[in-house]
């Protein structure tokens, strides 16, 4: 699944070391893999794979901000 946004608008509330104000988020792009992976001991194991990108916009910056991971599933959800 590929996802993006790019608006033009939007802040993060998390960079509030600036005194401005916060960063504007200019574009967010994801992409979102979900993979059955073989297991050679056990029963095959979900994983969730991906990757974001969020270019951040402050005092004069265009940063970009990667992201990626890996989630794993190990069993049923808590209380099933």
Known sequence: VDLRHSSGRGGTANTAFLAAGNANATLVAATFW??????????????????????????????????????AKTGPPAGT
């Open 34 to 71: 979900v993979e059955a992976v073989e297991n050679s001991s056990g029963p095959d194991v979900l994983q969730l794979q991906y990757s974001q990108t969020v270019m951040l916009d402050f005092n004069g910056l265009h940063w970009p901000h990667v992201t990626v991971a890996t989630l």
